[in-house]
């Protein structure tokens, strides 16, 4: 934000496009970190690599970074191509909207090893459910922080009231690109 305000006259008001652009990044902020500390909750129930790492503040780290990349809040992105262009001998036209799967790229073997397991240690892990190169969010490392700060707090003083509240279940809120947990 610093850059993208020093980049403008001094004194100006904020222009449309960086309102806009800033309400979009903390209402997707808000949605993946909610998502990742749900998800990562859920993670901690069903795996037992998850319980074991939980234990120590670095390892809830690993475990919010595992989710991530193994149950990620963001799903699905879109692109637009902005030149004609071929990709796997499919030609699309400047201007056609790309769906990209990123969940389904983080459990390819040829990207993560052991895709399926659930490894908070795992070695070289690669996520793209926060995006990659020019289009990397700018709020992952923030997300990850304030997940493992929430399930830290969580599975601390809370733990048996968690317990609870798992045992009782939950689902998915709906949503096109989100996996999000309510629970009940």
Avoid: K
Avoid at 58 to 80: I, K
């Amino acid at each position: 934000l610093a850059a993208v305000r020093e980049a403008e006259p001094a004194g100006t008001p904020p222009s449309r496009a960086l309102l806009a652009n800033l309400v979009g990044l903390l209402s997707q902020t808000c949605d993946a970190t909610a998502g990742l500390l749900g998800n990562g909750l859920i993670a901690w129930r069903r795996e037992p690599a998850a319980r074991e790492a939980a234990a120590t503040h670095d390892g809830l780290q690993m475990v919010v970074q595992e989710t991530a990349r193994h149950d990620p809040s963001v799903h699905n992105t879109r692109r637009f191509v902005t030149e004609p262009v071929d990709i796997a001998g499919t030609t699309l036209a400047a201007g056609d909207a790309v769906l990209l799967v990123l969940a389904a790229a983080n459990r390819d073997p040829a990207f993560n090893p052991e895709p399926d397991r659930f490894q908070p240690l795992r070695a070289r892990r690669r996520m793209l459910g926060f995006g990659h190169g020019l289009h990397a969010c700018p709020g992952q490392a923030l997300a990850c922080t304030l997940a493992a700060a929430g399930l830290e707090a969580l599975l601390g003083e809370r733990r048996a009231e968690v317990e609870r509240l798992l045992e009782r279940g939950w689902r998915y809120r709906p949503s096109v690109n989100g996996r999000i947990p309510q629970f009940d």
